[in-house]
């Protein structure tokens, strides 16, 4: 293959050994991939109970278990519209779906034309029908990619095909809107049946490519005049069976290729532009392996195979050409470095041949040049910020456990919040569809669909539950069989919200021994060194993981990571009869100005009344003992809800947990400290807080 340094092999052995450390290793790969296709999944089953026909694919990095916990890759997120699909000739009409007749623009590989076709029969649209439409000089009436910019939410901004959102401490995301292709266009077909000498892909694996997806995503060609009506055509499901076949150590010369370009390549003085896309990488990885025997791909050769990848992607940057794997006349690189750029990345580029242990020694991502000079026996001292395996491995699946408890929480939330302005009858029915919906997916799916159907079904469940008890209680302050009935049914949906759900509801019918029966359960369950609260309102940032909740995530599945997780408890405005008064506030924390101040959708969890689990179990008990009589334990339940403040820190709803704590201090008499409650939960979230609301009410009382 090349001439090989005697060192080479001891630095390839220790190499892998440093990045089997940072959990770039089989069992962490499959790991990242699990989560990501069970999410992919939730989400899918949520939009189809909705009535939406809309299919949801995680793509990149983070699904295909090709980043590191420091790389902080991207999530691609992938969004296939399926009431709009795209044929390639007319006998692929369908009706009852919007068709679209794909053009193949010649002039641009790569991308296509989108022409309307009506909807009754297979026949072109005459005219334009919007803002989206334009005529071509063919009398052809094309569908614009900006219709996209109709799907971009607040607070997201158009990026190419995507809409892109990215806040402080937080991973960017990339949701694409696609259209699927009924068959593959003729362009990348071409791909499937070619016969070449090389052994990989292999039969097998482009066999199964057939059987994928192709889409056109919302994005025109930079080298194009008709970028406005351009369409990008996309092979990522191809793309991901290609890299799902990829052996440890050529997913590990990607990994490398991409912390390189991070390190040497895309830095500031390039304009801050990325000129060179992991996407780039990923191709020239996968011609480096066409090109080369599979026996070269082996730990004790990876910096030679890193070498041939960096020497590959050289040759691309100096022609101007990377072509893309499955459309050869599609170069990736068109259009996107001028010359002065391409003078400044072969000089980069230069200096990074031959890759050596010299140029990894000066990687910081991951602490990786350090961590490869211990392994060789170059430096003794080990940084203080080194982390060590076994730390990697928890720390990254407690984040993926943390990552599937949040969306089955927003899914669930989105789905109620969209029923917000119907009608009880409604909204139960809505419910029970979805239920239905979710029993019919458990009963004929696969083993991902089960298994999100486990994780979905009980948070409905008790939905269901709470909504029937609210009325129950509005009616005659009682709880109907059949509300019980619901509200069994959904306890096992994590460690605790579900069964204070119960326990609030049995609160406001004034059933105190029962209330206090199932909090006495519930702390039984909720181990607070292993326990980890969960938000999934918001972008809560968790801070850290409890090494408990670590340490049991790498010996659960994800099917399981709910035994150990406490979501925050959530009533909804139609629930507010099973809430007690204190926490009946925060329906009403915003004043007209802090409308105004809320940031869009992803705040509208606000008008909710929201707590995390741990501190309403303790508020809860507090009040349960004293409608009991029962001093002692009314004030050891006032202490723990202290010391919740004090010790944890993954507290998502720290600002409600305090004015809960304040309104206990105004019960004892001392409205000094009830006082400086509020006021620390205003410094936690200065609007949009009922904090102002108990500041004066506190005030008032203490007045008079």
Not at 146 to 156: K, L, N, Q, W
Not at 175 to 200: D, G, T
Not at 539 to 565: P, W
Not at 649 to 673: S, Y
Request: net charge negative.
């Amino acid at each position: 293959m090349f001439h090989t340094p005697d060192y080479y092999h001891n630095t390839s052995m220790r190499l892998s050994e440093v990045l089997d450390d940072i959990a770039v290793n089989e069992n962490m790969v499959m790991k990242r991939r699990r989560a990501a296709l069970l999410k992919e999944t939730i989400d899918t089953i949520t939009h189809r109970a909705d009535g939406k026909q809309v299919t949801v694919y995680h793509l990149g990095s983070r699904s295909e278990g090709t980043t590191t916990q420091r790389l902080k890759s991207d999530i691609d997120i992938l969004c296939s519209d399926n009431d709009n699909i795209v044929i390639q000739d007319w006998s692929e009409w369908t009706p009852g779906k919007h068709n679209h007749l794909m053009i193949q623009n010649e002039t641009t590989p790569g991308y296509c034309l989108l022409q309307e076709l009506r909807d009754d029969a297979p026949l072109p649209v005459p005219h334009e029908m919007g803002n989206y439409f334009v005529k071509d000089t063919s009398g052809r009436i094309l569908c614009t990619n900006t219709i996209i910019d109709a799907a971009v939410f607040e607070g997201e901004q158009r990026q190419g095909p995507s809409a892109a959102s990215a806040k402080p401490g937080f991973l960017a995301s990339d949701a694409v809107i696609a259209f699927p292709c009924i068959s593959w266009p003729k362009s990348s077909r071409a791909w499937l049946h070619q016969q070449e000498i090389n052994i990989w892909p292999t039969a097998e694996m482009k066999r199964y490519a057939t059987t994928t997806k192709c889409f056109v995503v919302g994005v025109g060609s930079k080298v194009s005049e008709n970028a406005a009506f351009e369409w990008r055509i996309s092979t990522s499901l191809a793309e991901r069976c290609l890299m799902f076949n990829l052996n440890l150590t050529q997913i590990r010369c990607y990994i490398l290729m991409k912390i390189i370009l991070k390190t040497y390549i895309n830095v500031e003085n390039l304009d801050n532009e990325s000129y060179i896309s992991s996407f780039m990488c990923k191709t020239v990885l996968f011609y480096c392996i066409a090109s080369k025997p599979t026996s070269v791909w082996k730990e004790c050769n990876i910096l030679n195979c890193l070498s041939f990848c960096i020497q590959t992607l050289k040759r691309c940057i100096l022609e101007g050409n990377c072509p893309h794997f499955f459309d050869h006349e599609n170069n990736l690189m068109a259009g996107k470095i001028s010359t002065v750029v391409k003078r400044q990345l072969l000089e980069r580029m230069s200096n990074l041949i031959p890759c050596n242990g010299i140029l990894l020694f000066g990687i910081q991502i991951d602490n990786l040049g350090e961590r490869l000079q211990i392994k060789l026996n170059m430096i003794n001292e080990v940084h203080h910020d080194i982390c060590q395996p076994n730390e990697y491995n928890m720390d990254i699946t407690a984040g993926l456990s943390i990552f599937t408890v949040v969306d089955i929480s927003r899914n669930h939330y989105e789905l109620i919040h969209s029923t917000k302005d119907k009608s009880l009858e409604m909204k139960l029915k809505i419910l029970l569809h979805i239920l239905l919906h979710l029993t019919r997916y458990y009963r004929d799916g696969d083993k991902l669909e089960k298994t999100a159907c486990r994780l979905l079904a009980p948070l409905y469940c008790t939905s269901i539950g709470s909504l029937i008890a609210s009325q129950n209680i509005q009616i005659n302050r009682t709880v109907s069989p059949q509300a019980l009935t619901w509200l069994e049914a959904g306890q096992d949906s994590d460690v605790a919200s579900s069964r204070l759900k119960q326990a609030s509801i049995m609160y406001c019918t004034g059933d105190m021994e029962r209330v206090a029966f199932i909090l006495s359960h519930i702390e039984e369950q909720y181990n607070t060194e292993v326990t980890e609260p969960v938000c999934g309102c918001y972008n809560f940032h968790h801070t850290s993981f409890k090494r408990g909740f670590g340490q049991l995530c790498c010996q659960y599945d994800e099917a399981e990571v709910k035994y150990i997780a406490a979501l925050c408890v959530r009533f909804f405005p139609a629930e507010v009869n099973c809430v007690p008064h204190e926490l009946q506030y925060e329906m009403f924390r915003s004043t007209r100005e802090d409308l105004l101040h809320r940031g869009g959708r992803d705040n509208d969890w606000m008008d909710c009344a929201v707590v995390d689990s741990l501190p309403y179990l303790y508020f809860l008990q507090y009040k349960a003992y004293g409608n009991l009589q029962r001093p002692e334990e009314q004030q050891q339940a006032l202490n723990k809800l202290m010391w919740v403040f004090r010790k944890e820190c993954n507290l998502g709803h720290r600002e409600t947990a305090l004015n809960l704590l304040g309104q206990c201090m105004e019960q004892e008499n001392r409205p000094v400290d009830a006082l400086q409650y509020y006021m620390l939960s205003l410094r936690h979230r200065e609007r949009n807080n009922a904090a102002k609301i108990h500041i004066c009410m506190c005030l008032a009382n203490t007045i008079s």
